[in-house]
């Protein structure tokens, strides 16, 4: 595996953690913020994959454009389309002063964060 790879895999990882932290958190902006740090540890895994194919990418955030890069060159990404959704939609809620703060929308976005990790690590090994 390149290293940038594995830096790539780091930060994901970083901000997956981040997130299982603020899933706890009950004041503060602390819990919007989970489906953030969800959505941003899914591009850095989705990058990870690009980088080990060796396909270039933006630098942008654009979690869906990413996504639909990596079906491009793996169609098996597609069964991830609802955890994508849903991600793309915690990212943008979060960003609003009424942004969803209840526990299941969190525990949500953990979940398919998680799941996000582990398809990509599957790919990779």
Same mark, same amino acid.
């Given at each position: #595996?390149?290293?940038?790879? @594995? &830096?790539?895999?780091?930060?994901?990882?970083? *901000?997956?953690?981040?997130? @299982?932290?603020?899933?706890? &958190?009950v004041d503060g902006p602390l819990p919007v913020t989970t =489906?953030? !740090?969800?959505?941003?540890?899914?591009?850095?895994?989705?990058? +990870?994959?690009?980088?080990?194919?060796?396909?270039?990418?933006?630098?942008? !955030?654009?979690?869906?454009?990413?996504?639909?890069?990596?079906? /491009?060159? *793996?169609? &098996?990404?597609?069964?991830? @389309?609802? $955890? #994508?959704?849903?991600?793309? =939609?915690? &990212?943008?809620? /979060? @960003?609003?002063?009424?942004?969803? +703060?209840?526990?299941?929308?969190?525990? $949500?976005?953990?979940?398919?964060?998680?799941?996000?990790?582990?398809?990509?690590? $599957?790919?990779?090994?």
């Amino acid at each position: #595996m390149y290293e940038e790879t @594995r &830096s790539w895999i780091l930060k994901g990882d970083k *901000d997956l953690g981040t997130a @299982r932290f603020a899933l706890n &958190s009950v004041d503060g902006p602390l819990p919007v913020t989970t =489906g953030l !740090h969800c959505q941003q540890a899914v591009e850095n895994y989705l990058k +990870a994959y690009l980088q080990e194919s060796q396909v270039s990418f933006s630098s942008e !955030h654009k979690l869906i454009a990413l996504f639909e890069t990596c079906i /491009s060159f *793996d169609k &098996s990404f597609e069964t991830l @389309r609802t $955890d #994508m959704d849903q991600l793309e =939609g915690y &990212s943008i809620a /979060s @960003r609003y002063p009424k942004g969803e +703060a209840s526990l299941g929308f969190r525990k $949500d976005a953990i979940a398919a964060a998680t799941r996000v990790k582990e398809f990509v690590l $599957d790919r990779l090994a």
